[in-house]
């Protein structure tokens, strides 16, 4: 595929990540689905849409993340994330990973769910994009089959990892 049908199929099929969702939930945490074997796992802002279309966000610092995290401490992280967010989080790369979800069927008995839970389906095939100054290109399509995988997907994402 070249070049320019990338860019067509990136422009049909972006919308702004950051402002279509109908109900956007934020926070600041690290990636799940992945053992927490290194640094990398740790906090990041993300957030999540479940309403009127499905997908995640996770906000990476431009450039060198582990640089980045090695010279920020983990407080001055939350901090920082939470200063960006007043400006939008503009000045960071962002990643928006779509992949349907579904409300799960309500438990009999005790549950400690909470309300707003959402499971991913598996198997999805998972489309990633990334803000530009243009809007969103498609970096990358996979299957993907479980949680973790869906862990790894990200975490391979925002490091560049192929």
């Not at 070049?3 to 956007?24: G, H, P």
């Not at 839970?117 to 198997?123: Q, T």
Request: net charge neutral.
């Amino acid at each position: 595929m070249n070049s320019r049908s990338v860019s067509k199929q990136a422009i049909e099929d972006s919308v702004d990540y950051c402002t279509v969702c109908d109900s956007l939930f934020r926070w600041q945490g690290g990636i799940q689905g992945i053992d927490k074997v290194s640094d990398s796992t740790k906090i990041f802002p993300f957030a999540e849409c479940h309403t009127n279309r499905f997908y995640d966000l996770i906000w990476v610092p431009k450039g060198d993340i582990l640089r980045f995290k090695d010279s920020v401490g983990q407080d001055s992280l939350h901090g920082l994330y939470d200063k960006a967010e007043k400006n939008n989080l503009k000045d960071f790369d962002c990643y928006s990973f779509v992949i349907p979800k579904t409300k799960p069927k309500p438990q009999k008995g005790d549950c400690d769910c909470e309300g707003d839970d959402f499971d991913y389906v598996f198997p999805s095939n998972v489309k990633v994009f990334k803000r530009s100054d243009n809007g969103w290109l498609l970096v990358k399509a996979k299957n993907i089959k479980t949680f973790e995988e869906l862990g790894r997907l990200k975490l391979n994402t925002i490091f560049h990892i192929e």
